[in-house]
Structures are given as structure tokens and as C-alpha cells.
T-cell receptor, first 118, second 112 residues
Framework: AQSVTQLDSHVSVSEGTPVLLRCNYSSSYSPSLFWYVQHPNKGLQLLLKYTSAATLVKGINGFEAEFKKSETSFHLTKPSAHMSDAAEYFCVVSHANAGGTSYGKLTFGQGTILTVHP | DSGVTQTPKHLITATGQRVTLRCSPRSGDLSVYWYQQSLDQGLQFLIQYYNGEERAKGNILERFSAQQFPDLHSELNLSSLELGDSALYFC???????????FGPGTRLTVL
């Protein structure tokens, strides 16, 4: 069974400093992993996805994530936080069958609320 | 704007009632997914349809049902509503079963 654990429920940073949001996954097969962002009273927006190509994935708004199979981690980073990055971030794993083909069902982590101070 | 639309945006109703939430996927997307977001349970997958057929089920209650119509829009029906059904309900769509999912803005359901 697939699952994700987001290690921090809240992260607080100052504007201009690096952001690190941690995620560990558990998957029986090669997973597809995603990071989504949810701004207050808004829907979910895809930041980036990993689907077994390059292990370092670049996303929108300067975010990137590195897939580390040995550590079963998929941490999200950004070199310099902006006030507009304040939101809730979700690490997500897509379920796969024995052949490793994803069939679409997503399992979400509990979310990390990112606060950015001026 | 993801291209996925959901109506209504807000819904306030009473316990015991029945409501229908509607979702229109992005143009060309064949797969539709429904999720529930609540404070205590987080974001949970409910059900998936692909080109009109049910493909996967999550933690969906028997009081809830869904369908996908020939024009690919989908409806989620919630009946015998309870206070605990108050939540944000998201619809998402994808082009195939393996592509990333694009989420609608959600329908906020309040059961009084």
C-alpha cells in the first residue's frame, strides 16, 4: 500500500530564506510523486511531479524536489521564499499496480502549512 | 485556472437532506476524481470514473454515489446528510489514468 508522511505540520521562514518541506513515502512499487499547493480558499495547484525520469524535478515558482529512493524521501525546496509562497503544501503519491502503472488514485499527506515572515 | 469547473461554490443544507455536486472536467479529459477535504480527515479520495465507468473507489460512504455522463461531466450525490459531511469537495480530472490531475476550485458543503 502507498502512503506519504509529511514530517512537519507547520514551517515558518523569513522572506528571502530557503524553504524545506519534508516528505517520506511508502510504496510497494515505483511511485509517481507530486507536490500540490493550496492557497487559502483556493483549489489545489500542481507544483511538480516525479514519474521515474530525472530524480531532481523542477516545478513552478522556483520550487524543486529530489527523489531519493534509498531514503524514500521527496523533499520540496526553494532557495528563497517569497511572501506569496505562504500556503499549504501537500505531498502526494499515486497508486500503482504490480506492473508499476499508475491508475490515478492519489493519496495525500496531511499537509504542511508554510508561513513566510517579512 | 485549471479548466475544471465545479458548481455550486457553496452549499448550505440541513441534516437528512440530499445534495448534488457537479463537476465539468477539462476539455478532452476522460477521467474524473472526487475528493473530500475535512479538518479531521484531511484530503481523501472518494471515487474515480474513466470515460463513464467507475474505475476506483476510496473511502466513500454508502450514502454517497457518483456518476459520469456521456458528455464526461460528473455528479456526486450525497444523501441523508450528517453534520460530519460538512467539508470541501474537490473534483479533479486527467487526460488518462496516468497523467497528473487538475483540481477544480471545490464546493464547500455546510450541513446544519
Amino acid at each position: 500500500a502507498q502512503s506519504v508522511t509529511q514530517l512537519d505540520s507547520h514551517v515558518s521562514v523569513s522572506e528571502g530564506t530557503p524553504v524545506l518541506l519534508r516528505c517520506n513515502y511508502s510504496s510497494s512499487y515505483s511511485p509517481s510523486l507530486f507536490w500540490y499547493v493550496q492557497h487559502p480558499n483556493k483549489g489545489l495547484q500542481l507544483l511538480l511531479k516525479y514519474t521515474s525520469a530525472a530524480t531532481l524535478v523542477k516545478g513552478i515558482n522556483g520550487f524543486e524536489a529530489e527523489f531519493k529512493k534509498s531514503e524514500t524521501s521527496f523533499h520540496l525546496t526553494k532557495p528563497s521564499a517569497h511572501m506569496s509562497d505562504a500556503a499549504e503544501y501537500f505531498c502526494v503519491v499515486s497508486h500503482a499496480n504490480a506492473g508499476g502503472t499508475s491508475y490515478g488514485k492519489l493519496t495525500f499527506g496531511q499537509g504542511t502549512i508554510l508561513t513566510v515572515h517579512p | 485556472d485549471s479548466g475544471v469547473t465545479q458548481t455550486p461554490k457553496h452549499l448550505i443544507t440541513a441534516t437528512g437532506q440530499r445534495v448534488t455536486l457537479r463537476c465539468s472536467p477539462r476539455s478532452g479529459d476522460l477521467s474524473v476524481y472526487w475528493y473530500q477535504q475535512s479538518l479531521d480527515q484531511g484530503l481523501q479520495f472518494l471515487i474515480q470514473y474513466y470515460n463513464g465507468e467507475e474505475r476506483a473507489k476510496g473511502n466513500i460512504l454508502e450514502r454517497f454515489s457518483a456518476q459520469q455522463f456521456p458528455d464526461l461531466h460528473s455528479e456526486l450525490n450525497l444523501s441523508s446528510l450528517e453534520l460530519g459531511d460538512s467539508a470541501l469537495y474537490f473534483c479533479a480530472s486527467s487526460a488518462t489514468l496516468t497523467n497528473e490531475q487538475f483540481f477544480g476550485p471545490g464546493t464547500r458543503l455546510t450541513v446544519l
